[in-house]
């Protein structure tokens, strides 16, 4: 185990891996909880359904999710900047955590413009 997360340690040091470092430099998932590459699927069933659905039915549909995101511009996304500055979800509800909006924003750094 050990062993494999030196190994993902070292890709991320050789090319430009997956982050798996959050804003503040805090080390945040271990690397074998983050995917490859992140799908679409993935950020909407781990983090939009969960913390946001509950308000918002349209984390149900892709088009509605892309309309507030800027592709390759996570800090000039309206979804993604609402969740960092810890309004969405709004409060008594914990803020969407380091690792994930980490996630988020691996996401739509990915998308093509
Ligand atoms: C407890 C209810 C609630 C939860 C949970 C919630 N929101 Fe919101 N959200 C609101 C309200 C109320 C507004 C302001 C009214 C509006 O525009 O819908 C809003 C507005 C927004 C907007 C701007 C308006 C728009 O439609 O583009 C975005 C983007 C947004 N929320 C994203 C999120 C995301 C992402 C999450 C999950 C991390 C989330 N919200 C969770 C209640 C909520």
């Avoid at 470092?21 to 679409?40: H, I, K």
């Avoid at 511009?73 to 309004?87: C, E, I, Q, T």
Wanted: charged share 25%.
């Amino acid at each position: 185990m050990r062993f494999l997360s030196l190994i993902f340690l070292f890709s991320c040091v050789a090319e430009k891996g997956p982050l798996t470092y959050s804003l503040d430099g805090q080390r945040v998932l271990p690397a074998t909880d983050r995917p490859e590459v992140v799908t679409f699927e993935y950020i909407q069933e781990k983090i939009l359904v969960p913390k946001c659905l509950e308000c918002h039915a349209w984390v149900n549909e892709p088009n509605e999710v892309n309309r507030r995101i800027t592709p390759g511009a996570p800090d000039s996304s309206r979804l993604f900047r609402l969740m960092v500055n810890g309004r969405m979800p709004p409060r008594p509800a914990a803020p969407v955590e380091t690792s994930e909006l980490e996630i988020m924003r691996d996401y739509i750094n990915q998308l093509t413009r």
